[in-house]
């Protein structure tokens, strides 16, 4: 039955987002969202990757509504202000090598449009370079550099110029033969993006590559750390800009505090969003300050980013992770997600179970599989939503402070739900 919210909804909203879920919320509280009606759903999506420290956390709050008190909005180009420096100084103590200086918009699609803008106005170079199977978000720009599914295209017409995809490493859905591992995937990609500088754009014109270190909508895949380590070197060698897109990886959900640094290489250009705001909408591309002294003042900015509040949401947010030890325990959250996953690594419905930290997903045979899996968890109360250019996978988002008997609860509720629902539709 519908709700309430459901029927104002279709009356007054656009009906052009993906929907998973019709839930009538009320309010969230650390992993747990309660709907109008007093259902208590146990989410493990994160608000897709953002509420790393959960709901509506006591220290979140606090400093948001005392930042709201005292100044909700005044925009840095018109004058300085506490929040968003000490969030900038905050992250400088846990960036990748090198990168301390900051510029906030607010989202992930525009910081990804700062980086591509700055990429190439500071090469004075012309061509980005993109991984298929990669989201980076539904502007204009990114959408030119995100392929995870083509449908996001759909009747968009011409994108970015000089925008060139290269092969990112997946085995279990390379369709070349004989079926191989993910190490002699990489070495096939990196091949071919060789054969791209032979052939398609001029290393020379190159501007940046650009990466997610774990594709995030596209399946949760993580590559050999040799394959960033060798574009890294490709980047150098040519000129480039290696630009990391930490969208989504960011902020301890792997078990580092930017998954870059796990895989042990330095990027030009951090991008965040998602969880950087703890909630509030935030996004920011981190440098060095040598770049950023050479990006021409006034050609780029924006009325809202780094807002106050949203950088006070951002510090507590950062506070937590650092000061609860966020980041160390994604990987024991992580293990324990996998291990309860186990039972169904001889499942002929399951592909491959991933995991890089406490990024977990299952991928399954097809959509079906793994919609039907969503809806029987959360028959039982349990949120979860998938990823993949065919919404094959399954993806676990635990807040980092999750209870872990919760987790526990929530990943047998799938485990449980794609056993029945194998039962009823058998292979
Ligand atoms: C890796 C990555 N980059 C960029 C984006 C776009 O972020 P936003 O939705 O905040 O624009 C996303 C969103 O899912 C993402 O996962």
């Given at each position: ?251 301890g959900?792997?078990g580092a ?67 609860e030890g966020l980041v160390a325990r994604a990987e024991r ?67 980092l ?27």
């Amino acid at each position: 039955m519908s709700s309430d919210l459901e029927r104002r909804a279709k009356r007054v909203l656009s009906p052009l987002p993906g929907r998973y879920t019709w839930l009538p919320l009320d309010r969230g509280e650390g992993s747990w969202l309660i709907t109008k009606d007093g259902r208590r759903v146990l989410d493990l999506t994160c608000g897709i990757a953002v509420t790393n420290v959960g709901h509506a956390h006591p220290k979140v709050v606090r400093a948001v509504s005392e930042q709201a008190a005292k100044l909700m909005h005044i925009s840095t180009g018109v004058a300085t202000y506490e929040s968003n420096i000490a969030l900038a100084e905050a992250l400088g103590t846990v960036t990748p090598r090198g990168l301390d200086t900051v510029f906030f918009g607010n989202s992930g699609a525009e910081a990804v449009e700062a980086a591509i803008k700055l990429s190439r106005q500071y090469t004075k170079r012309q061509a980005i370079i993109a991984f298929r199977g990669s989201f980076h978000g539904r502007t204009a720009g990114a959408l030119t550099v995100t392929t995870s599914k083509s449908s996001y295209r759909l009747g968009y017409g011409a994108m970015l110029p000089e925008v060139y995809i290269a092969p990112y490493p997946y085995a279990v859905t390379c369709p070349i033969k004989p079926a191989h591992d993910m190490k002699t995937c990489a070495e096939h990609c990196l091949a071919e993006l060789e054969m791209m500088f032979e052939h398609e754009v001029p290393p020379e014109h190159v501007a940046a590559i650009l990466i997610e270190p774990v594709l995030g909508e596209g399946g949760y895949v993580a590559p050999p750390s040799s394959f960033l380590v060798a574009l890294r070197d490709i980047a150098t060698r040519i000129g480039a800009l290696l630009v990391m897109d930490e969208v989504q990886t960011g902020f301890g959900r792997t078990g580092a505090w930017f998954a870059t640094q796990k895989h042990g290489v330095d990027p030009d250009i951090l991008v965040i969003a998602k969880a950087l705001g703890g909630g509030m909408p935030l996004g920011a591309i981190v440098t060095s300050r040598a770049m950023q002294d050479k990006w021409i003042s006034g050609t780029h900015g924006s009325t809202f980013g780094g807002n106050p509040v949203s950088c006070a949401a951002g510090l507590a947010t950062f506070e937590i992770i650092r000061d609860e030890g966020l980041v160390a325990r994604a990987e024991r959250l992580g293990e324990l997600m996998v291990t309860e996953l186990a039972p169904l690594r001889s499942d002929p419905r399951v592909r491959e179970i991933r995991r890089f930290g406490a990024m977990v997903a299952i991928e399954f045979d097809a959509k079906a599989t793994a919609k039907a899996a969503i809806a029987g968890a959360l028959e039982h109360d349990v949120l979860l939503i998938t990823c993949g250019a065919h919404d094959q996978a399954v993806r676990f988002i635990p807040a980092l402070n999750i209870a872990e008997d919760d987790l526990r609860k929530g990943v047998r509720a799938l485990v449980e739900a794609h056993r029945s629902a194998a039962v009823a539709t058998p292979a």
